[in-house]
């Protein structure tokens, strides 16, 4: 048995990737060719739960005003308007989310800037690129 050339002590690997923020947190993203099994973005899909949940509660009755869903959850009235307003999403979208497959310029900062109430113009605007 013949040996070859001598195995390195040292290799070296090059993986290429970015560092993004979902939802607070710093996430790896390997390039597209990269196929890996997609994740539901969990501060995306929570805040999601919350603004249906915060909705059902004031269709119901539950509560009458937003002021006082806000006071009764301990948030800011601001914070559950822009929260709440996730319920205004496209029906494909929301789902997309749920299944972690929106692309990685959806994230939960992102919509909470806000985005156009017309389901159409939300597939424009909110997975294009912000200049």
Request: proline share 6%; no cysteine; aromatic share 6%.
């Amino acid at each position: 048995m013949t040996r070859g050339a001598p195995i390195p002590k040292t290799m070296t690997l090059h993986v290429p990737f970015r560092i993004v923020k979902r939802g607070g947190r710093k996430e790896m993203q390997l390039p597209t060719e990269a196929s890996l099994p997609r994740q539901a973005d969990n501060a995306l899909v929570k805040a999601l739960a919350r603004a249906f949940r915060w909705k059902r509660m004031l269709d119901s009755g539950e509560f009458t005003t937003i002021a006082e869903l806000a006071e009764r959850e301990g948030i800011a009235v601001s914070y559950l308007t822009r929260v709440l307003r996730l319920t205004l999403l496209a029906p494909d979208i929301v789902e997309a989310i749920l299944d972690g497959k929106q692309g990685p310029e959806v994230t939960l900062a992102r919509l909470m800037d806000g985005f156009p109430e017309e389901w159409a113009r939300q597939h424009l605007d909110t997975f294009s690129e912000r200049g």
